[in-house]
């Protein structure tokens, strides 16, 4: 498995993964994500389109991931097209969980009307 980094704006961390993500090479996922976690950045999108394949221990860490940005006040989405890995979301019921979109533009934008209103709904709790 392969994870290339970047940031968009000074808000958004994009993971893009290809390869194969499950029991073996899923830890290293779960590293990088804590490691931005860490580092206070809280708005996570996590392209799947180049991966193949996963499993439960995968979905778990998105799971995590998705928790713990979301105790944060930050959010994840994924970018997943392929349809045997959307099926995995489907069958587990975690698709709306995970925010799953087809592309990343659709989850960009859904990502920043997430942080707009978190950010209106800080302000007012800040008043």
Do not use: H
């Not at 976690?37 to 995968?58: K, P, T």
């Not at 859904?110 to 709790?125: D, F, I, P, S, T």
């Amino acid at each position: 498995m392969k994870i290339q980094t970047e940031t968009e704006g000074d808000w958004l961390t994009v993971f893009s993964l290809s390869g194969e993500l499950d029991a073996y090479t899923a830890p290293q996922f779960q590293e990088s994500l804590a490691e931005t976690f860490d580092r206070d950045l809280v708005w996570i999108l996590v392209d799947l389109g180049q991966v193949e394949y996963i499993d439960s221990v995968a979905l778990g860490i998105l799971l995590g991931g998705a928790k713990r940005a979301n105790e944060r006040d930050g959010d994840l989405a994924v970018v997943c097209q392929r349809a045997n890995v959307l099926k995995v979301f489907d069958i587990s019921g975690t698709r709306e969980l995970l925010n799953v979109c087809e592309d990343r533009g659709q989850a960009q934008r859904l990502l920043e009307q997430r942080r707009a209103m978190a950010m209106a709904r800080n302000k007012r709790g800040g008043q």
